[in-house]
């Protein structure tokens, strides 16, 4: 059976259910035709508060029509059934969601519900592919095959008849649970001068799977609009930085935002011999007056540079202690951060002083 593909329907919609581990539901063989399913536009009354459960057998399409040309389908991809009642789940035969051409499946639904009285137009999106790969996701109700309800009564009522022109309740789940959103990242404290980096990482639930995203310093990061971008150090300089990321659900339009704070300094490097150098000042923070000691440093001598945290210079005066330990004074430098870096002929290291 050939059914037209009307892509000016894709639209936003509202409502989602989790799917969850329930009975799978095995293809029986009643149906035989393309693109037909087993109960037009319906499924059994859930009586609230009872456990339900109902099989939809169906066929998949074998054409579709496509830029004014009749195509064969390959493949077709549920992605998601959403706007079910709160309490009721959903599972497909084939877990991935993918059907051949003409191949058989059904959709098991199971639960029990708490949710309003009323009549809930189910939120079908599907991908399709007709030779070059899925694409999608597209909202699948105009699509016979996909288009289905189910209906919510008191145990000791009758069902109601489907209406197709009546409003549709609105499953209450995502007014009740909303995104779970949470942001990670494989390093929150990064060295500006070992040029590390961190990836980002926006994990969702409890939508629908659809999803986009919108990151703050979006210009500055590998990608603005994707789950997991990467920060990178050398770009941002040193600071803190708060990233967040705001995720939308373009289904059940729910969003969720969070932050991270990630905090780029200017650290200790370790040269291409592998030795590590140790510039040590104490104390530290302090009001004004250091020891800095380089340890383990093969340079008889090394050159001292002051910088504060914008990088603007710092005069400082020193003094000599003893070989290898020197007193620093920045007394009438401001109270705040500053870099003091030593240089010698093969190696640069830097430290940040805190003044009081």
Same mark, same amino acid.
């Given at each position: 059976?050939?059914?037209?593909? *009307? ?17 799978? &539901? ?5 149906? !035989?035709?393309?693109?037909? /399913?087993?109960?037009?536009? !319906?499924?059994? &009354? ?21 830029? #004014?040309?009749? $195509?064969? $389908? ?9 706007n079910l009642p709160c309490g009721i789940n959903y599972q497909l035969n084939n877990t991935n969601g993918i059907y051949q051409n003409s191949e058989p499946g059904c959709i098991s639904l199971s639960g029990t519900s708490y949710d309003t009285i009323g009549q809930y137009k189910l939120d079908v999106w599907a991908s399709i592919d007709v030779g070059s790969g899925f694409f999608g996701p597209l909202q699948a109700n105009n699509f016979d095959l996909l288009t289905f309800y189910t209906r919510v009564k008191y145990p000791a009522s009758s069902c109601p008849f489907i209406d197709t022109l009546a409003l549709n309740t609105l499953s209450a789940c995502?007014?009740?649970?909303? %995104?779970?959103?949470?942001? !990670?990242?494989? +390093?929150?404290?990064?060295?500006? =001068?070992?040029? @590390?980096?961190? /990836?980002?990482?926006? =994990? ?11 990151? #703050? ?5 590998? &990608? ?29 339009? %729910?969003? @969720?935002?969070? !932050? ?5 300094? /200017? &650290? ?7 030795? #590590? ?19 383990? #440093? ?7 540079? $002051? ?35 030593? @240089?010698?002929?093969? +190696? *640069? ?8």
């Open positions: 059976m050939k059914k037209i593909l *009307l892509l000016f329907l894709i639209q936003f919609a509202v409502g989602f259910s989790i799917s969850n581990v329930n009975a799978q &539901c095995i293809p029986d063989g009643s149906i !035989t035709t393309p693109g037909v /399913i087993a109960f037009p536009s !319906t499924v059994d &009354c859930i009586s609230r508060g009872v456990p339900f459960s109902d099989e939809i057998q169906f066929m998949n399409f074998d054409t579709i029509f496509f830029n #004014n040309t009749w $195509l064969t $389908l390959q493949q077709l991809r549920i992605d998601s059934v959403n995502n007014s009740a649970y909303g %995104l779970q959103l949470t942001l !990670t990242a494989t +390093n929150e404290l990064l060295c500006w =001068n070992l040029q @590390e980096t961190a /990836i980002l990482s926006a =994990n969702v639930g409890n939508g629908s799977g659809h999803y986009s995203y919108l990151w #703050n310093y979006a210009d500055s990061l590998s &990608c603005g609009d994707c789950p997991s971008p990467i920060f990178d150090s050398q770009i941002f300089q040193t600071g803190i930085f708060p990233i967040s990321v705001t995720v939308y659900d373009s289904v059940s339009t %729910l969003s @969720e935002t969070q !932050t991270i704070n990630i905090d780029v300094n /200017i &650290c200790g490097g370790i040269n291409e011999h592998g030795v #590590n150098y140790s510039l040590v000042i104490y104390p530290n923070p302090g009001k004004g007056v250091y020891t800095v000691e380089l340890i383990d #440093n093969p340079a008889s001598d090394y050159k001292l540079s $002051l910088k504060s945290i914008s990088g603007d210079e710092i005069k400082f005066k020193i003094s000599e202690l003893s070989t290898g330990k020197i007193l620093l004074d920045i007394i009438d430098a401001a109270p705040g951060i500053y870099f003091l870096s030593a @240089e010698t002929e093969e +190696n *640069l290291f830097v430290s940040k002083i805190v003044k009081q």
